[in-house]
């Protein structure tokens, strides 16, 4: 099996929006942007259950089967439309990002 990739974003709601507004936007529009994603295997999400202690509303991993494909995914289109989204219910620029690889 071809060693994977998992892109990991830890994201906090933006002040104006309540918490079930972001789950809403971000468990329901986003998750469909997300699978327009090229070479996307997987894509999970997981809601904070405390998000002050967590210091974030949720994690999110995108999960590719190779870091080519992964680096192609993250420059396409689709992941410039997911970004553009992702600013419009998240604080963007705080968001934690990482590429994480899987053993």
């Known amino acids: 099996m071809a ?4 892109y990991c974003v830890l994201l906090s709601r933006r002040a104006e929006l ?3 507004q972001f789950l809403e ?11 327009e994603l090229p070479h996307l295997v997987e894509a999970r999400q997981f809601p904070s259950v ?6 974030c509303d949720g994690l999110g991993l ?3 089967a190779s870091a080519e494909g992964m680096a192609e995914a993250l420059a396409s ?7 553009a989204h992702t ?3 998240a604080r963007s620029d705080e968001a934690r990002r990482m590429p994480l690889d899987e053993p």
């Open 25 to 35: 936007i971000w468990l329901g529009e986003h998750r469909r942007l997300m699978a």
């Open 77 to 83: 289109d689709a992941a410039k439309r997911l970004r």
């Open 3 to 6: 060693e994977g990739r998992v």
């Open 50 to 55: 405390d998000p002050e202690a967590a210091g």
């Open 62 to 64: 995108l999960v590719f």
């Open 87 to 89: 600013a419009t219910f």
């Open 18 to 20: 309540s918490r079930d």
